[in-house]
């Protein structure tokens, strides 16, 4: 390869020897690029007869009036340094592409990923869990798809109870043939997760269960086929109402915020016994009426009771220590959907399950 040539020097201020070596060091990158491979760099720039080097040495170091040789010397160093860390680099370059199989072109702009947010269901269920979690509850999960005595049966629902039909559930299907409690089904609540925990451990309990549930449910903008709930699940003994209304009073001051109250009214569920329906002040209004609160100043959010009896002896056979003549808890249940979509003034619940990228990418 011919060397371009090398004009003199011809003045040897700093000025002219700046601009010399600048231009020096543009030309060590522009044939970094240009060349190909390490190879031919390190012909051009190093090479023993025609490298630039070599030439820029007797063009313009050797000419170098004495009192100028030393400032041109270290300007020539420096040059060097650069040309052989420019040659590693291209050396390793070839490395990596060789690994690779291919080249790589270092000098494209990357793709930067989109960032994204967490989904406002997961945070609303973990702002939730965290407040119980601070309480000293602990969190379980379980399978959605379940046998119909952990759905039913162990919650006291026996086969043919009329409190099956407010679950409308999706069954899978060729299941005939199986004993009744031993078909599959989607699960209709987390409360099967209540027994896994109780059967997987003696008293006493305290847990919290969020999760994904399925009901045979048309959507619309308030219902969807699937939807989330937390439950809760504390079993001691001496376990009162008392500590049930305790426990949730000060949960919903903690999610919503200090002002809001909590009533309880009686209502029923198979598997508790009193159970109650709670209602909190509404947080938007302070209970002076609004939208949110249809104008009443409270909002319905959970559904509490007391362990009924039948389903500790449910549990029982596999736990002994579930007798419940010796303990007593509480459990509880909110849905989800519902929380996150007061909360962000959600109108649709379909939004939440749509994946929508213009939704979600409100709540970054
Ligand atoms: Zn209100």
Same mark, same amino acid.
């Given at each position: ?28 990158? *522009?044939?970094?690029?240009? /060349? ?24 313009? +170091? ?16 420096? +040059? ?14 070839? =490395?990596?592409?060789?690994? +690779? ?6 000098? +494209?702009? &990357?793709?930067?990923?989109? /960032? ?5 269901? %997961? ?23 379940? @046998? ?37 089904? %989607? ?34 903008? @308030? ?13 001691? *003994? =001496? ?6 209304? &305790?426990?949730? =009073? ?21 598997? @508790? ?8 002040? !509404?947080?938007? !209004?302070?209970?002076?009426? !609004?939208?949110? !609160? ?8 959970? &559904? ?42 959600? *109108? =649709? ?5 749509? &994946? ?9």
């Amino acid at each position: 390869m011919d060397a371009d040539p090398l004009p003199p020097l011809g003045a040897y201020d700093p000025e002219t020897l700046d601009q010399a070596f600048s231009a020096l060091r543009e030309e060590v990158e *522009t044939s970094a690029r240009a /060349l190909a491979g390490p190879e031919l760099f390190r012909l051009r720039w190093l090479g023993r007869k025609q490298g630039r080097l070599k030439l820029l040495s007797d063009a313009w +170091l050797k000419e170098a009036p004495p009192e100028a040789r030393r400032t041109v010397g270290q300007r020539f160093n420096e +040059l060097k340094a650069a040309i052989e860390q420019t040659l590693h680099a291209l050396e390793q370059q070839g =490395d990596a592409s060789a690994l +690779l199989g291919e080249s790589i072109d270092i000098s +494209l702009p &990357g793709t930067a990923p989109r /960032l994204g947010a967490e989904h406002p269901l %997961m945070r609303t269920m973990q702002d939730m869990v965290q407040v119980f979690e601070r309480m000293g509850y602990s969190v379980a999960s379980g399978p959605e798809v379940e @046998t119909d005595f952990y759905n039913f049966e162990a919650l006291n629902f026996p086969p043919g109870h009329p409190a099956r039909d407010t679950q409308d559930t999706l069954v899978l299907a060729n299941q005939e043939r199986k004993p009744a409690r031993e078909r599959l089904l %989607m699960r209709t609540h987390t409360s099967t997760v209540q027994i896994r925990t109780m059967e997987s451990q003696p008293p006493p309990v305290r847990v919290v269960i969020p999760g994904k549930v399925h009901r045979n449910d048309e959507s619309d903008a @308030t219902h969807s086929p699937v939807f989330h709930q937390i439950e809760g699940l504390c079993v001691g *003994t =001496d376990i009162t109402f008392a500590d049930l209304k &305790g426990t949730l =009073d000060h949960a919903m001051r903690a999610f919503f915020g200090p002002a809001v109250r909590t009533r309880f009214f009686p209502s029923f569920f198979p598997f @508790t016994e009193p159970s109650a329906d709670v209602q909190i002040s !509404c947080p938007f !209004c302070g209970g002076r009426g !609004c939208r949110k !609160c249809k104008h009443s100043g409270w909002i319905e959010l959970l &559904g509490c009771g007391m362990v009924h009896p039948e389903v500790f002896r449910a549990v029982a056979g596999k736990q002994p220590a579930y007798d419940p003549a010796r303990v007593s808890g509480f459990a509880f249940g909110m849905g989800v959907d519902r929380i996150a979509m007061m909360k962000y003034g959600i *109108t =649709d619940i379909g939004l939440l399950y749509s &994946g929508d990228a213009r939704f979600l990418e409100q709540f970054r």
